[in-house]
């Protein structure tokens, strides 16, 4: 999934001489919390945030005193080093950029022109997508070797029962360096008996966990 089917297109902006009262107004309005600059002609020039913006106010107890704080305009407070991406950027590449940064909104740029955003929510719903949560599934997880094939093997098996993959993901065993834990979502909400026949050629699946039986 590439950016340009994630990001919202419909971006709230502002100009640098919008000023704080409005920058908040506008906030509060689209119920959003970050506001990307730009200048008459499209192109970034900053970004704010709902946390610059209280922190460029007057508190509650001070604000009736001095209303000029708020019409200070939002160039004085925006910050102007903005991390941005492309619409044909990666989902996944995406991910790693707001963590190693630590941040909440990345603005979309095309020839320096502003296109549209991009959230952690919009990163969290995508997550979802990308691993078929939101789709009626359940889960299945094999640990096995890390030599090549070993997927290919797995999802044969599970072909094997006319059951689709939704998607898979693959992480390192902490434990074993030489095992790989795959992670299916299947489309069947009865994985018992596909997780049965693993077991049975061999395979070390983690879940499901074999049902108890009654003694």
């Known amino acids: 999934m590439i950016v340009q ?4 297109k419909q971006a709230v902006t502002a100009l640098p001489q919008t000023t704080i009262k409005e920058a ?4 509060k309005t689209h119920r959003i919390r970050h506001l990307p600059i ?3 002609e499209g192109l970034l020039v900053g970004i704010i945030s709902d946390r610059d913006l209280r922190d460029a106010s ?7 005193d001095h209303p000029e704080e708020f019409q200070r305009p939002v160039s004085e407070i925006m910050k102007r080093d903005v991390i941005t991406a492309h619409s044909l950027d990666f989902a996944e590449d995406l991910l790693g950029v707001f963590y190693e940064h630590q941040i909440g909104c990345i603005p979309v740029l095309e020839k320096k022109k502003l296109v549209g955003v991009i959230t952690e929510r919009d990163m969290l719903y995508t997550l979802i997508q990308l691993t078929g949560a ?15 094939g070993k997927l290919a ?11 689709n993959i939704n ?3 693959v992480y390192p065993d902490k434990q074993e360096e030489h095992q790989k834990i795959l992670v299916f979502r299947i489309g069947t909400m009865n994985p018992y008996r596909i997780a049965s026949e693993l077991r049975q050629n061999g395979y070390d699946v983690i879940w499901p966990q074999e049902p108890e039986v009654e003694r």
Not at 5 to 8: I, T
Not at 24 to 27: C, E, I, S
Not at 155 to 162: E, R, T
């Open 24 to 27: 908040l107004l506008l906030l």
């Open 167 to 169: 998607s898979v993901l």
């Open 5 to 8: 089917d994630m990001m919202n």
């Open 58 to 64: 007057p508190s509650i107890f001070d604000a009736a």
């Open 38 to 40: 730009v200048d008459e």
């Open 134 to 148: 939101h789709q009626p599934s359940s889960h299945l997880e094999v640990k096995v070797e890390n030599i090549a």
């Open 153 to 163: 093997d797995v999802a044969s098996l599970i072909k094997n029962f006319k059951i």
